[in-house]
């Protein structure tokens, strides 16, 4: 699936106006796919139609690709990114500020590590914000183009239950393939070395050195 979709600012406003309109249209929407599924399954489509091959890809009819769309909920704000901490939280010396200082270091050093995951994933978390926006939008521009068209009004004087005849199949298949064709495709393998798991690793505590206790600074 493809990210690249919704990327530009103006496009994201846009895609958020456009996928509000998709609630509006779902009533109208589900009865015109329901009709266009009930002649898809009885008479299938054209053997060269190219609605097949998106068939065949999402394995749904166009009614559910309707609804998979009409479920997308983008999120409103990315996951929030930690801040840093500081170099030393307290002032002292002695070898229990030495255990303490490697230990901290390291946990300073885990941190970097966690807060570039963790703005990658709330970069991951925009653009697949982006994705459903986009999704949402283009099904919106897929319904309402569907529901003003020649081949809506072949679907809906088409008889369920009879043989429609290739132009009623037809026309499902064109509306079919309109709406498949908006659920563009996300694919998120490339963020998984980004996304992947950050280890504390420990770091190398200090040989005490002799003596006892320790002093603070005032």
């Known amino acids: 699936m493809n990210a690249g979709r919704g990327q530009g600012a103006g496009r994201h406003r846009a895609d958020r106006r456009q996928s509000e309109v998709l609630d509006r249209l779902l009533g109208s929407g589900r009865d015109l796919l329901a009709r266009v599924d009930a002649l898809l399954d009885e008479?299938?489509?054209p053997a060269d139609h190219p609605v097949l091959p998106l068939i065949a890809r999402w394995r749904v009819l166009p009614g559910a690709a309707l609804e998979f769309a009409a479920a997308l909920r983008p999120p409103l704000a990315a996951p929030p990114v930690p801040g840093p901490l500081p170099e030393t939280p307290?002032?002292?010396?002695g070898p229990a500020a030495a255990a303490f200082g490697a230990h901290w270091a390291g946990v300073r050093a885990h941190?970097?590590?966690?807060?570039a995951r963790a703005e990658a994933t709330a970069e991951f978390a925009a653009q697949v914000s982006d994705w459903m926006f986009a999704v949402r939008s283009d099904m919106a521009g897929a319904v309402a183009a569907s529901l003003g068209s020649a081949e809506a009004v072949?679907?809906?004087?088409?008889v369920p239950g009879s043989f429609a005849g290739p132009g009623a199949h037809r026309a499902a298949a064109d509306i079919g393939y309109r709406v498949l064709a908006a659920v563009a495709p996300f694919d998120p393998a490339s963020w998984a070395t980004r996304l992947a798991e950050s280890r504390y690793e420990p770091s190398a505590r200090p040989q005490p050195a002799p003596g006892r206790g320790f002093s603070v600074d005032v």
Do not use: H, K
Not at 111 to 115: A, E, F, K, P, R
């Open 43 to 45: 008479g299938g489509a």
């Open 90 to 93: 307290v002032e002292w010396t």
């Open 111 to 115: 941190q970097d590590s966690l807060t």
């Open 154 to 158: 072949a679907v809906r004087t088409a």
